[in-house]
Nanobody, 116 residues
Framework: QVQLVESGGGLVQAGDSLRLSCVVSGRTFSTTAMGWFRQAPGKEREFVAAISWSTDNTYYADSVKGRFIISRDNAKNTVYLDMSSLKPEDTAVYSC?????????WGQGTQVTVSS
């Protein structure tokens, strides 16, 4: 099993920045990549960003490209999502996920609210 714990969410104003963290524990060696997803009220969960554990490959949704940066610290088993130029439409519950033949493991999520 793999456990994921997110932190860093909060209430910010439009244009502000915020950093989310996701600490990974357990059978981390079985995972190949980490990702961030978000779900706004009344909407389906959507992909935000992903990063490989072993390479520098990163992937972003078009809606966040140029504003969000995903990074990892392998020594700390932690994945970060640095969000800047936040917009009200970025308001959502953000969850991290670990990939092991699909997005198999999920955290509980952290709320990000961006006021206009």
């Amino acid at each position: 099993q793999v456990q994921l714990v997110e932190s860093g969410g909060g209430l910010v104003q439009a244009g502000d920045s915020l950093r989310l963290s996701c600490v990974v524990s357990g059978r981390t060696f079985s995972t190949t990549a980490m990702g961030w997803f978000r779900q706004a009220p009344g909407k389906e969960r959507e992909f935000v960003a992903a990063i490989s554990w072993s390479t520098d490959n990163t992937y972003y949704a078009d809606s966040v490209k140029g504003r969000f940066i995903i990074s990892r610290d392998n020594a700390k088993n932690t994945v970060y999502l640095d969000m800047s130029s936040l917009k009200p439409e970025d308001t959502a519950v953000y969850s991290c996920a670990a990939q092991d033949e699909g997005w198999r493991y999920w955290g509980q999520g952290t709320q990000v609210t961006v006021s206009s």
